[in-house]
């Protein structure tokens, strides 16, 4: 017998190539996640409709009227995510810093994937950061979350190396094909750690 499949929600902000990967890597008989919501804060996110095109369900939900109110836009999309039985999150660009709140709703059960190797470049604008800081390696870094942004517990990285000639566009380019390799291997072994 199989065991059941992990109820997994995908959180993006844009394009959503890392969803892309995971719901491709999903289709693997022996793949522990099964991807039932896809949440964005923007309701224009191209990914979103890549998502519905495939059956997946979505929920969009657009921060700026709640304004400051972070834990109330929130609320809602947990509720979202209660009414879909997800057990497990994955954040996949989602460019929103979550409150407290819902990273305690979620503790254990919620990952990150963030293009730099942690702990370094934690936030924005890692590409450009790292070839500032003249570094031969970069990487992407797929980490458990915390209520400290980018500070969780680091579950598996890739590595790619940095070139002389090399633009952050470049770099961005060569760490995204490591991510979409990256980010399904890093769920299995979250998932396993998680039971
Ligand atoms: C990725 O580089 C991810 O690591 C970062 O934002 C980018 C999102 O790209 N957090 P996509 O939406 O998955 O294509």
């Known amino acids: 017998m199989t065991s059941p499949k992990t109820r997994t929600a995908i959180f993006i902000?844009?394009?959503g190539s890392n969803m892309m990967a995971l719901v491709e890597a999903a289709k693997a008989p022996d793949f522990?996640?099964?991807f039932v919501l896809v949440v964005a804060n923007d309701p224009e996110a191209p990914g979103l409709q890549w998502a519905a095109e495939r059956g997946i369900r979505t929920f969009a939900l657009d921060?700026?009227?709640?304004?400051?109110?972070?834990?109330?836009?929130?609320?809602?999309?947990?509720a979202a995510?209660?009414?879909?039985?997800v057990?497990?999150?994955?954040?996949?660009?989602?460019?929103?810093?979550?409150?407290?709140?819902?990273?305690?709703?979620?503790?254990?059960?919620?990952i990150n994937?963030?293009?730099?190797?942690?702990?370094?470049?934690?936030?924005?604008?890692?590409?450009?950061?790292?070839?500032?800081?003249?570094?031969?390696?970069?990487?992407?870094?797929?980490h458990w979350v915390t209520p400290g942004v980018d500070e969780g517990e680091i579950i598996a990285q890739a590595r790619v190396p940095v070139f002389s000639?090399?633009?952050?566009?470049r770099l961005a380019t060569r760490v995204l094909a490591e991510e979409h390799r990256l980010y399904p291997q890093a769920l299995r072994k979250a998932l396993a750690a998680s039971k």
Do not use: N
């Not at 921060?63 to 947990?78: L, M, T, V, Y």
């Not at 604008?125 to 990487?139: I, N, Q, Y």
């Not at 000639?165 to 566009?169: A, L, S």
């Open 87 to 110: 057990e497990f999150i994955c954040l996949a660009g989602y460019m929103r810093v979550l409150t407290p709140w819902l990273v305690s709703q979620w503790a254990g059960k919620m």
């Open 113 to 142: 994937i963030h293009p730099a190797l942690l702990p370094e470049f934690k936030g924005l604008h890692t590409h450009e950061r790292a070839l500032e800081a003249g570094v031969s390696e970069h990487g992407a870094s797929v």
């Open 165 to 169: 000639d090399d633009t952050p566009e």
């Open 32 to 34: 522990p996640a099964e």
């Open 63 to 78: 921060h700026k009227p709640f304004g400051k109110d972070r834990e109330a836009h929130e609320r809602q999309i947990d």
């Open 13 to 15: 902000s844009g394009r």
């Open 81 to 85: 995510l209660r009414a879909e039985g």
